[in-house]
């Protein structure tokens, strides 16, 4: 059981350059989401999906998208890459209401120059 | 929105020693309180829940967790720590006034512990 793979785990980006973000779980759980860690600061909410084909916005989306379009997947794409967005990032997924724990995948390391 | 705060950037303690790494919480509804602990390099490994009833709560690794409602408080504990458990601890909360239609986890600053031998 794989649980929550994440892919690059490291990527370093010029300015301007746009990527994806790879996220996938095997747990067949509804609720999926992103999360940037920034030393000091925690982890902050980007984005999040309660199922394929509904997203919405976390606590820091702007310069981030995604998608849901199946239960498995849940890419995070960055446009336009600015040197603010370098952190590392967590994909998490858990199954639906409030007393389910968090999934972590292992992270993405990003920076941008 | 819900949020969570620890007041402590850095715990020390020697091994052997009991442990209490703070964390205090606010929501609109019933709290679902959460401890993850962070290895480097690593994601986010689920710890314990507070979810409802007895206030005490515990968990992985020997570690436990107390609920307290009055001062919003869910501090992590462990009777005798080891070297083992130095590494990077979250505490998080979901609200619970959005029933299912809310899973957005907040997550605290995060608090290093170190344990000396």
């Known amino acids: 059981n794989a649980g929550v793979t994440q892919t690059p785990k490291f990527q370093v980006l010029k300015t301007g350059q746009s990527m994806t973000l790879q996220c996938a779980q095997d747990?067949?759980?509804?609720?999926m989401s992103w999360y940037r860690q920034d030393p000091g600061m925690g982890l902050r909410l980007i984005h999040y999906?309660?199922?394929?084909?509904?997203?919405d916005q976390g606590e820091v989306p702007n310069g981030y998208n995604v998608s849901r379009s199946t239960t498995e997947d849940f890419p995070l794409r960055l446009l336009s890459a600015a040197p603010s967005q370098t952190s590392v990032y967590f994909c998490?997924?858990?199954?639906?209401?409030?007393?389910?724990?968090?999934?972590f995948g292992n992270g993405t390391r990003l920076t941008v120059t | 929105a819900q949020s969570v705060a620890q007041p402590e950037d850095q715990v020390n303690v020697a091994e052997g020693n009991p442990l209490t790494v703070k964390c205090t919480y606010s929501?609109?509804?019933?709290?679902?309180l959460f401890w993850y602990v962070q290895y480097p390099n690593r994601g986010l490994q689920f710890l314990l829940k507070?979810?409802?009833?007895?206030?005490l709560v515990k968990g992985s690794y020997g570690f436990e967790a107390e609920f307290n409602k009055s001062q919003t408080s869910f501090h992590l504990k462990k009777p005798s720590a080891l070297v083992s458990d130095s590494a990077l601890y979250f505490c998080?909360?979901?609200?619970?006034?959005?029933?299912?239609?809310?899973?957005?986890?907040?997550f605290g600053a995060g608090t290093r512990l170190t344990v000396k031998p």
């Open positions: 998490a997924s858990s199954y639906r209401g409030p007393n389910s724990p968090l999934h």
């Open positions: 747990m067949n759980h509804e609720y």
């Open positions: 999906s309660v199922g394929a084909g509904i997203t």
């Open positions: 929501v609109s509804g019933n709290p679902y």
């Open positions: 507070y979810i409802t009833g007895d206030n």
């Open positions: 998080a909360v979901r609200d619970g006034a959005g029933g299912n239609n809310n899973n957005d986890m907040r």
